[in-house]
């Protein structure tokens, strides 16, 4: 990578990630639940590993020669949102090792947290005493912080932090309500959003999704609560997926990636309830969401090679 395309290499590339490891936390489960080949899911797990470290040290690259360039992203109302997505990769990918290596997983896991734990403080502190933010500044994007803390009870149980993970599940549903309906008032009585931010409207899904298979992993069961947060990760699906028209003629970016976890997220939760509850409803519905998933990150992984061949990323902003 030259000089330029690394001064201009995005933070919220890691949101690649997120999508990857969501897909190969998907394939895991699904091998498990509907008993399909488990060697998709360990051919992507070195994949998206290897991806992760890649993108890892071009950044720590990135912050050792342009730390300018760093230091504007953290100060920019839109990518300030997509440094957690360092941690939630560590996070996600610590429920991908879980059941190769404890050990390893462990170690990725504590990390993760307590990366996640410090951004999410900074992240709110500039919320709280920002001089220049605006409501149109607001996006889907925002959710981000938010979703890395309800990640943490899913491996967090397994590994034995039940009151950690209570801790950061009950931080990120109550900001999950308070962005969601900021948001939404941002988007029913203001300016839509454009076109480069449009994907990030699937962001929307992950927070009940997530929040579905962190309370069920705190309480062991499908109660009425669980199945609340599942149904609504659900409308949301099908509402954005109605609205497929509007996708599809927006030009490539990074943010397409946006599609990739919250459609993973509700896949591993349609899983999860067929696995529990054993309707048929379920059984259908999981296999079109992977094969959903499954189609979207390999396009997306297409699209962003074809963007990176072409010189189309990693480019100064207007």
Known sequence: MNESRLENFPV????????????????????????LPSMIGQFLMPLTMGIFVILLLLYTLKLWRYRQAVTSELHNPIKLNFFPAISISMLLLSIVLLPISQGFAHGLWLFGVSLHFLITLYVMRVWIHHEKFEIHHINPAWFIPVVGNVLVPIAGTQLGYLEISWFFFSIGMVFWIVLFTIIFYRVLF??????????????????????????????????????????????????????????VRLQFFLSWWAYSFPLAAITISTLKMYHVIGSAGFYYLAWAFLGLISLVVLFLLYRTVKAIRYHRICLPED
């Open 12 to 35: 919220s590339f890691f949101s690649m990630i997120m999508g990857m490891a969501g897909l190969t936390i998907a394939w895991q489960k699904a091998a498990e639940i509907l008993k």
């Open 190 to 247: 203001h300016q839509p959003l454009p076109g480069k931010l449009l994907p990030t409207l699937f962001i929307l899904i992950a927070p009940p999704a997530v929040g579905f298979l962190s309370y069920t992993a705190l309480t062991g069961e499908i109660d009425a609560f669980a199945r609340v947060l599942y149904y609504i990760a659900l409308f949301l699906t099908i509402l954005l997926l109605t609205q497929v028209s509007y996708f």
